[in-house]
């Protein structure tokens, strides 16, 4: 069974770096890139970027592009979305997603992240 | 401002039709192929169509997709108060760096 599992919930403080995960399972890793999507509270989905668990080569969303990190580990088979110094704005859910066939089959559960000082 | 143009609301009886629909343009739904999601409240968004018309397995056939040019549309027969949620169109953009967008969603409501 495929399954993504993305690390619990977070309550940060502004200023303050954060580094949350999604581990596969289920499937060979590596042979699936793994997105990231954001969605802030009663807001849509917004794709924040890809990358290849493989050799991890990413690519970003042009309104993420520097505000972000994606980063894998394909040794523990676990994608990872980072942030250096966090906002009240980057307040949201955050899911992972296993692209296949331009499309997403599978979602992790999502992380809460909360940025409040 | 969602690159994808998607009604925000729609609504219907049990049992009947609804469609949804999703604009985009020649950089985006023109050139690539599109997917629909469904979200119900408070989980994470479900895969209901991909490739323009296709289902994964498991989707029941009252959930149909098309695409025409640069717009896409989800179709619901016989709908269900199980249904109601937001759904969502999603594809791929070629503008500058290749990305993925989706539309604003769209929340179907059962009456």
């Known amino acids: 069974e495929v399954q993504l599992v993305q690390s619990g919930a977070e309550v940060k403080k502004p200023g303050e770096s954060l580094r949350i995960s999604c581990k596969g399972s289920?499937?060979?890793?590596?042979?699936?890139?793994i997105s990231w999507v954001r969605q802030m509270p009663g807001k849509g989905l917004e794709w924040m970027g890809r990358?290849?668990?493989?050799?991890?080569?990413?690519n970003y969303s042009p309104s993420f592009q520097g505000h972000v990190t994606i980063s894998a580990d394909k040794s523990i088979s676990t994608a990872y979305l980072q942030w250096s110094s966090l906002k009240a704005s980057d307040t949201a859910m955050y899911y992972c997603a296993r692209l296949e066939s331009y499309s997403y089959e599978f979602w992790g559960q999502g992380t809460l992240v909360t940025v409040s000082s | 401002q969602s690159v994808l143009t998607q009604p925000p609301s729609v609504s219907a009886a049990p049992g009947q039709k609804v469609t949804i629909s999703c604009s985009g343009s020649?950089?985006?739904?023109?050139?690539?192929?599109v997917s629909w999601y469904q979200q119900l409240p408070g989980t994470a968004p479900k895969l209901l169509i991909y490739e323009n018309n296709k289902r994964p397995s498991g989707i029941p056939d009252r959930f149909s997709g098309s695409k025409s040019g640069t717009s896409a549309t989800l179709g619901i027969t016989g709908l269900q108060t199980g249904d109601e949620a937001d759904y969502y169109c999603?594809?791929?953009?070629?503008?500058?760096?290749?990305?993925?967008?989706f539309g604003g969603g769209t929340k179907l409501t059962v009456l």
């Open positions: 289920g499937y060979s890793f590596t042979s699936y890139w």
């Open positions: 999603g594809t791929w953009d070629s503008s500058l760096s290749a990305h993925v967008v």
């Open positions: 020649s950089s985006n739904i023109g050139n690539n192929y």
């Open positions: 990358i290849d668990p493989s050799d991890s080569y990413t």
